[in-house]
């Protein structure tokens, strides 16, 4: 079989876990233009402690937008922990407009009690002869009551607070990402997981004797499509991860893979070849209607929906070699895209419809890339000998992909303007099919 079709068939079967650790940053080029922040360590009045350190999780989240670039703690010119004790001056003098610092205490019922503050060193500086007022200055100035088990999911809130707050996007820190982990050995040794975005707090949600593929999540995050070969067959399934509960949802002769619900979570798009060939299929999981979407003699694999449901992206060999085209749902018009190195395949698209993620090959390796869909503009995002199964953020601020790193796969993380590389240890060989979740 040709590579790209091994890929879609095998690609994912062998997957392994995260280590339970933080992200690895790798600082790429063009960090000069990342925005200087201050990140105080916030002020703990008590005596144990804390499960989470708060001011690090912000930091680590806001550097791996590849937007930021937290001042380190031994190069922070004070400690301050709220605004009244900000010395404006001796930030700026670091090119540093923002500052977030805070103060944490203990209440009788054992809850943290946060209270934290993003400052706009600017407008602090101009207000500081006491003309303005602290709202003017004062970005954002918070209290929480927050449990024990909870202080890591906060932090991640006061990060996508912060985030939107300095640059008008929503932050996607507060997310989860679904993979698969081979655990072989085991009675069930393929697991579907999911963790929050950072590869913490993850939990199994099904476990299997045979292989499982392709996780990918419905518009609400409460379930996960994916394909199962537990029946001998590959076949795809609907999990609703709370409830733990399952529906078959196709079983056609031969071939059932790359399942990728709609915008909206009615329809369900999946790849069959009951017909012979791979070819696209559109699934109304309400009344069970299939119909199909590619035709002919060639292999179209690997659709992900555009943002307004309109329209698809696909990988197909129509041309010889695999790349991507563009599919007019209404027409049923497919129109080449990709032009840049001798494939290009796994397409996905920024939630504002702007940027095409892919995987590239070239004499280089396969790497992810993006496509500037107006202007056609390529920019390889990756340095790695075989990097595969990109899935963008849901506010399009970063890329999640697998990569294989001396005969062992890992999960890592580049920011969509290639900036900032961070990778995810692992205590095992080989980590591939990370699907990033919708926003919580």
Do not use: C
């Not at 913490?200 to 994916?226: F, H, I």
């Not at 790497?367 to 899935?391: F, H, M, W």
Request: net charge positive; hydrophobic share 35%.
């Amino acid at each position: 079989m040709k590579r790209w079709m091994i890929g879609v068939f095998f690609a994912l079967l062998s997957v392994s876990q995260f280590a339970h650790a933080a992200l690895d940053l790798v600082i790429t080029d063009g960090v000069d233009s990342a925005r200087p922040i201050g990140i105080v360590p916030f002020e703990w009045q008590g005596q144990n402690k804390l499960p989470t350190d708060i001011s690090a999780v912000i930091a680590s989240d806001l550097q791996r937008s590849g937007k930021f670039s937290p001042i380190a703690n031994n190069k922070l010119p004070q400690r301050p922990y709220n605004e009244s004790q900000i010395n404006y001056g001796a930030w700026t003098k670091l090119g540093v407009d923002a500052v977030v610092t805070g103060s944490i205490t203990q209440n009788a019922e054992g809850n943290y009690v946060i209270n934290y503050q993003l400052v706009d060193i600017v407008k602090g500086k101009l207000n500081s002869d006491a003309q303005g007022t602290a709202s003017d200055y004062l970005l954002l100035n918070n209290r929480a009551v927050v449990k024990p088990n909870r202080m890591r999911q906060y932090a991640h809130r006061i990060s996508d607070m912060v985030y939107q707050k300095l640059t008008g996007e929503r932050g996607a820190f507060l997310t989860r990402i679904a993979y698969v982990d081979d655990n072989q050995g085991t009675q069930f040794p393929y697991q579907l997981r999911v963790a929050d975005y950072d590869g913490y707090n993850e939990r199994v949600v099904l476990k299997s004797k045979q292989p499982l593929m392709s996780p990918a999540w419905s518009p609400d995050g409460s379930k996960l499509a994916y394909v199962s070969f537990e029946n001998g067959k590959a076949e795809i399934f609907i999990l609703n991860i709370y409830k733990g509960t399952r529906e078959l949802i196709a079983n056609y002769p031969r071939h059932n893979g790359s399942p990728q619900f709609s915008p909206d979570g009615t329809k369900l798009a999946m790849v069959l070849s009951k017909t012979g060939s791979l070819q696209i299929y559109i699934k109304d999981l309400k009344t069970k209607q299939l119909r199909q979407i590619t035709h002919g003699r060639s292999n179209n694999t690997e659709e992900v929906w555009t943002p307004d449901g309109k329209s698809m992206y696909f990988t197909s060999d129509r041309g010889g070699r695999p790349q991507i085209y563009h599919l007019d749902l209404a027409t049923g018009n497919a129109q080449r895209v990709t032009w840049q190195g001798s494939q290009n395949m796994g397409a996905q698209i920024t939630p504002n419809g702007r940027f095409l993620v892919m995987v590239n090959r070239s004499d280089s390796g396969y790497n992810i890339a993006k496509q500037d869909l107006k202007s056609g503009a390529v920019q390889i995002l990756t340095k790695a000998r075989l990097a595969e199964s990109p899935s963008i953020a849901p506010n399009g601020s970063m890329i999640i992909y697998s990569s294989a790193q001396n005969n062992s796969y890992e999960l890592s993380l580049v920011s969509i303007d290639g900036r900032f590389q961070a990778r995810l240890p692992s205590t095992s060989k080989r980590v591939r099919a990370p699907a990033w979740g919708p926003f919580l």
